[in-house]
């Protein structure tokens, strides 16, 4: 019955990029070294882009400094401004909100879909106004948002639309990639992510020719690229890295190979939870199609007797996020008064993350789901 000790389990993996070690080093060394001295926005970082755009089969890519810089200069390039409005999920990251009102807008929050843990599109409808600018779709933990859904409310309402796909690379439905549903997309490279990277760096991904260029000139000082020190607009520093685009080049090849490798452990875990509905711990739904695999998250209303039981097994789980943004300090004073939001509230009590990464060993994984299914054997069916 004693099962073999087995080590910690980290929500992060420790050793991501321990594999590629000598290539960075070697990277490091030949950008440091190299003739034209272009430490950022160099030929590496062009061929990072060009990369990203042929996979995505997206218009454009442009590179910039992070995930949250992304959804900054997608706003500005949009023009939303103050008196402007936003609709965003109640429930999720802070860049989120904190993006609009950076930008002198109003985020407008709007409650999820109880399933995928996304902004509802019919939630989303009903807060569109005259000052609406656009809609902001987030992909939240292993399920895409209602795309299609919000692709004809942003058509019918004559909005705009931002797809946050910051964390969903890899996912598709309907066979069009995350990132390629809105008017701009974005991708997030910071470590956990499903392209992560050792360091902090972000795309834009959008078939909008004028968008990209305003976001290409917006990412260094308002520069056109052609003409220095003319600022046609009050740009950022939100520039790449060139040792990052080529270890992010070197990367690439290896991505399908780590997606599914994560797609393989979530279908494990799916296979084994699949039974714990009826004790009250709902995993997510089945089926491929709009499915990715960043984290895995489940809920149950015994959330935090499981994740002590969890830490006690030596598996480390994750809170993504305990409140929902409008109850959150920074945001209240932007969520209508008396607003509520009962699907986002009940998914910030309820939910809780397991380890996903490619370099989980089956006996890591094997030991997360045993964990989690003698919790559900002692708690399960008491309710
Ligand atoms: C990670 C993330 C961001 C922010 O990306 P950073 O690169 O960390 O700035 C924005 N939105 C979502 C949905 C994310 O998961």
Not at 90 to 115: H, K, N, S, W
Request: with cysteine; proline share 7%; net charge negative.
């Amino acid at each position: 019955m004693t099962a073999p000790p087995i080590a910690t389990i980290p929500f992060f993996s420790p050793d991501l990029f321990e594999q590629d070690r000598d290539v960075l080093l070697d990277l490091v060394h030949a950008v440091g070294t190299g003739p034209d001295q272009k430490f950022i926005l160099g030929e590496r970082t062009a061929r990072f882009e060009g990369a990203l755009a042929a996979r995505t089969g997206a218009g454009d890519v442009v590179a910039c400094s992070s995930g949250t810089s992304a959804l900054t200069l997608i706003l500005a390039a949009m023009g939303v401004g103050p008196g402007d409005e936003v609709v965003v999920p109640a429930f999720g990251c802070a860049p989120l909100a904190a993006t609009v009102i950076d930008a002198g807008a109003r985020p407008v929050f709007a409650d999820i879909d109880p399933v995928r843990l996304t902004a509802d599109p019919a939630a989303v409808e009903s807060l569109v106004t005259r000052r609406t600018k656009a809609v902001l779709a987030a992909h939240m933990f292993s399920v895409m948002a209602d795309m299609p859904a919000f692709r004809e409310l942003a058509r019918r309402r004559g909005v705009r639309l931002i797809e946050d796909s910051a964390l969903a690379q890899g996912g598709t439905l309907l066979d069009r990639p995350a990132g390629r549903w809105g008017d701009a997309g974005l991708y997030s490279f910071v470590q956990v992510k499903t392209f992560g990277m050792p360091g902090e760096g972000g795309v834009v991904v959008t078939d909008d020719g004028d968008l990209a260029a305003e976001v290409r000139m917006l990412r260094n000082h308002g520069q056109d690229g052609v003409h220095r020190f003319v600022h046609h607009r009050i740009g950022h520093n939100s520039r790449f890295d060139e040792v990052m685009a080529a270890f992010q080049l070197h990367r690439l090849h290896g991505l399908d190979d780590r997606l599914a490798r994560r797609a393989e452990i979530s279908a494990y875990y799916s296979s084994r939870f699949a039974p714990l509905a009826e004790r009250g711990l709902t995993a997510p739904p089945e089926g491929g199609d709009g499915r990715f695999h960043y984290v895995y998250t489940v809920l149950t209303d015994d959330r935090d007797a499981l994740n002590a039981h969890l830490a006690a097994h030596g598996v480390t789980a994750h809170v993504y996020y305990p409140r929902p943004l409008p109850a959150q300090p920074a945001f209240a004073p932007y969520a209508r008064s008396g607003g509520t939001w009962p699907h986002a509230e009940s998914a910030a009590r309820r939910n809780i993350s397991l380890p996903l990464y490619p370099n989980l060993t089956d006996a890591q994984v094997e030991h997360i789901a045993d964990t989690v299914c003698a919790f559900t054997d002692v708690h399960g069916g008491t309710r």
